[in-house]
């Protein structure tokens, strides 16, 4: 078939060709122009390392921090504010290891007016016969020139430094080095209407000799390139950022205590103990946490690597849990980590787990903060010493004495409970008495859920509290249906079993009938596993009558005496006298209070 092109297009096409060959660009080179560099130095020194560990903290992925106040150099006035801003972006993607020159060429057009029209130099033509005239090149360069005199290259370098000194970790602002700056003048760019004088500013920054490329030349001598770094530091310091993001978004949405193990085995995997390294290798420590992450097989790490990886992934992944990097000996000057999880803290040393040794969340089995942990693992015991002189308390510093994981088995078994009856009768109460509950955990607490009757709803809806216990046991008044759970260190258990205790039969265990006056002599009922009642009016109970029983239900009225020691390690529910049953209920000790 063929194609029609509408006339409307063809007349647009006409007018695009015309209008290019009408503002035909003219290049011409400019005359030759010589400027001085002028040297910007900064009186400091050293420092570097510090700096470099700060890059990698920004570098990496961390928790959102609020910026207060804009940087310096957003606020300098044009076009010092320009210069500023291409120079941020120039440091930025050395620091991160993609641009290796730090000689850089910044555009005129970037930073100050560098294009004029013809009635804006004030001249009757731009171009004639095919080339710019003197005339409007001279006018020109004058005002490109007037323009670049307004630049204060040493007020936007200043600035830099002060905004961004983590991105310039790698720069020597040492004696003799810093920055220069200087100017160049390429050409004219001219249509019939605009010219332009194309051209740089050449700023040179001097890089530290320890990230500096480097090369061997005759007889074994180092030389090192002032303006060419290596690109290797920031390049690993950017894959280890993009691998540790990946851990953290990984493990976003698990508990602490998963995410513990899940950075853990990441580390692990990742990182391999370095055997050859030595003291002497220039900036080791800063850059031991990228050697974890960046995913290099040669990048090694040591014991401070180990320790600094862990920590970074808790301070930014974990919600309650926290870890410190701590220094001490072992067998020799090591590094390892102290994690609080639940309100206790334990030992990790990740070096000698990747090492095949459970070295993983450990209690102490001897030992204090001040001379050192005994610590038992699967292949024996091992003493960890803290050095002297560490900015963390001696709270931080010290260990439960539990394994986290015999910690989480303990407090998250459901509680071993023995009712002293299966029933419950109208006026009186069942005994619950809490069997083997482990010492470690002196403030646990006996929660009783009402899952039917009772104060549960009309609904069945589970209600919760506390059931106090005095001397081991407590009591219930209510018929219904319960669960029972225990509280240890903020960590409440499973629950036991339902419990129903049903108001129509009788608890078993003797009934006494006391008249007025009436004794029970010492070691009446001593060590008597039943539920004992007793109904009194005026008696007299003798020291040990009924010590070691577990539970007597006691209805006093009148003058009854009651001996110290008579009901010693045995609880009591009595009442003061004249009271109704269902008021006033106390304890009485074995002291006869």
Not at 230 to 251: C, K, M, P, R
Not at 447 to 456: K, L
Not at 487 to 499: A, F, H, K, W, Y
């Amino acid at each position: 078939m063929k194609r029609i092109v509408p006339i409307f297009v063809l007349f647009c096409f006409c007018l695009l060709f015309f209008s290019a060959s009408a503002e035909e660009i003219v290049t011409e080179a400019t005359e030759a122009e010589t400027t001085d560099e002028m040297i910007i130095g900064i009186s400091e020194t050293g420092g570097e390392a510090d700096l470099a560990s700060a890059y990698i903290m920004n570098a990496m992925p961390h928790r959102r921090i609020l910026r207060i106040s804009l940087p310096s150099g957003l606020r300098l006035p044009e076009p010092d504010r320009s210069l500023y801003v291409a120079l941020r972006t120039l440091v930025s993607e050395v620091a991160a290891g993609e641009k290796g020159s730090t000689d850089f060429a910044i555009p005129y057009g970037e930073v100050f007016k560098n294009s004029f029209t013809a009635e804006e130099l004030g001249v009757t033509t731009i171009i004639e016969d095919g080339s710019i005239t003197q005339e409007a090149k001279s006018a020109a360069m004058a005002a490109m020139l007037q323009n670049r005199s307004q630049l204060h290259p040493s007020d936007a370098v200043i600035c830099l430094i002060a905004d961004s000194p983590y991105e310039l970790y790698w720069y020597d602002k040492s004696e003799g080095h810093g920055t220069k700056v200087g100017y160049e003048s390429k050409s004219y760019a001219a249509s019939s209407t605009t010219i332009t004088v194309k051209g740089n500013i050449l700023v040179r920054m001097s890089v530290s000799r320890d990230y500096a490329m480097q090369s061997e030349i005759a007889g074994g001598e180092i030389v090192y390139s002032e303006y060419e770094m290596d690109t290797s530091y920031g390049a690993g310091v950017q894959a280890a950022a993009e691998n540790a993001a990946a851990i953290l978004e990984e493990n976003r949405n698990k508990s602490d205590e998963e995410k513990l193990a899940s950075y853990r085995d990441a580390i692990c995997g990742l990182a391999d103990y370095n055997n050859d390294a030595s003291e002497s290798d220039p900036y080791g420590d800063p850059w031991q946490l990228v050697w974890v992450f960046d995913g290099k097989p040669n990048t090694k790490v040591v014991c401070e690597g180990y320790a600094k990886a862990f920590q970074y992934l808790c301070d930014q992944g974990t919600k309650a849990a926290t870890a410190i990097s701590v220094q001490g000996q072992t067998n020799g000057p090591h590094m390892w980590n102290v994690v609080s999880i639940g309100g206790h803290h334990y030992l990790v040393d990740l070096t000698n787990y990747d090492l095949g040794y459970d070295l993983f969340m450990k209690g102490y089995t001897d030992g204090d903060a001040a001379t050192g942990y005994t610590i038992r693992f699967d292949k024996g015991t091992v003493k960890y010493i803290y050095n002297e002189g560490q900015s963390w308390t001696e709270e931080d510093l010290t260990l439960y004495p539990m394994d986290y994981a015999e910690w989480k088995a303990a407090v998250e078994k459901a509680p071993e409970v023995q009712m002293s009856s299966g029933v419950l009768f109208p006026g009186y109460a069942a005994g619950v008495r809490v069997m083997n509950e482990n010492p470690v955990f002196p403030d646990a607490t006996l929660m009783i859920h009402r899952v039917s009757g009772g104060d549960a709803g009309e609904d069945g809806e589970e209600s919760a509290e506390e059931l106090p216990l005095e001397n081991g046991i407590g009591l219930i008044f209510d018929a219904g249906t319960y669960t029972f759970t225990m509280i240890r260190d903020g960590v409440e258990s499973p629950s036991t079993e339902p419990v129903t205790l049903a108001a129509d039969e009788l608890p078993e265990g003797p009934i006494l009938h006391l008249p007025a006056g009436a004794e029970i002599q010492a070691e009446a009922f001593a060590g008597n596993e039943s539920l004992v009642r007793i109904e009194a009016e005026g008696c007299v109970f003798r020291a040990g009558a009924f010590a070691g029983s577990p539970v007597v239900l006691a209805r006093l009225t009148g003058e009854c005496t009651v001996e110290p020691g008579a009901f010693e390690d045995s609880v009591v529910v009595g009442l003061d006298e004249g009271a109704d049953w269902m008021d006033g209920v106390h304890f009485l000790f074995a002291d006869g209070t």
